[in-house]
């Protein structure tokens, strides 16, 4: 497809579980942003990469969550030991370049975590 | 640090209604405005955005206007369709800083046909 695809939709995970959540950006979008979405709020940032170089990860809540682009392509947030303040939508954007340039979001991925 | 208020939800209008959801942001220097929509369903979409003061973005028959000297950028159209139902977020990006969104907390909007 031509948007950006996340996967999966959605994700129940135990506490203490590790997940991981997939993003595929538009095919040659340089940057990438993850974003965490709690119920009933607006989307806050976690990272940004331009292309492989993670050059913004000052919004990861705790040294529990990680993300990787190392191709420069498709990126993966990692969340180790999950708890239950994780529960949120991940979202995913990409943009040509810069945040000036219009973001593209993908439809999120819901964690639960139970 | 910077920051985006919008109006609180939810909002119920009638069709053909009139529209206004406000948004104030607390930014240093100018960033660049935005507001976003989501339908049920679907992913953040942009809606329309403007970059300087007394700059008017208009997408769809939204418009909205940077006021700097109010730091507002409030949303209106002016008569709603049932297919306007859906959460709208205003956001800001600081030019020249920090390549990220910064996002008001949405606002559901609902329209009764």
């Known amino acids: 497809g031509a948007g950006v695809s996340q996967s999966p939709r959605y994700k129940v995970a135990k506490r203490g579980q590790d997940v991981a959540l997939r993003c595929d950006p538009i095919?040659?979008?340089?940057?990438l942003f993850w974003y965490q979405q709690a119920l009933g709020q607006g989307p806050e940032f976690l990272t940004y990469?331009?292309?492989?170089?993670?050059?913004?990860k000052s919004g990861l809540p705790s040294d529990r969550f990680f993300a990787e682009r190392p191709e420069g392509s498709v990126s993966t947030l990692k969340i180790q030991r999950t708890q239950q303040e994780d529960s949120a939508v991940y979202l995913c954007?990409?943009?040509?370049?810069?945040?000036?340039?219009?973001?593209?979001f993908g439809q999120g991925t819901r964690l639960t975590v139970v | 640090g910077d920051s985006v208020t919008q109006m609180e939800g939810p909002v119920t209008l009638s069709e053909e209604a009139f529209l206004t959801i406000n948004c104030t942001y607390t930014?240093?220097?100018?960033?660049?405005l935005f507001w976003y929509v989501q339908y049920p369903g679907e992913g953040l979409q942009l809606l329309l955005k403007?970059?300087?003061?007394?700059d008017k973005g208009s997408n769809k028959g939204f418009e909205a206007t940077y006021r700097k000297e109010t730091t507002s950028f409030h949303l209106e159209k002016g008569s709603v369709q049932v297919s306007d139902s859906a959460v709208y977020f205003c956001?800001?990006?600081?030019?020249?800083?920090?390549?990220?969104?910064?996002f008001g907390q949405g606002t559901r909007l609902t329209i009764n046909p």
């Open positions: 954007a990409s943009s040509l370049s810069g945040a000036n340039t219009e973001a593209f």
């Open positions: 095919s040659g979008h340089v940057s």
């Open positions: 990469f331009q292309n492989e170089a993670q050059l913004d």
């Open positions: 930014a240093t220097g100018y960033p660049s």
């Open positions: 403007a970059t300087k003061a007394d």
């Open positions: 956001a800001l990006i600081k030019v020249g800083g920090a390549q990220k969104l910064v």
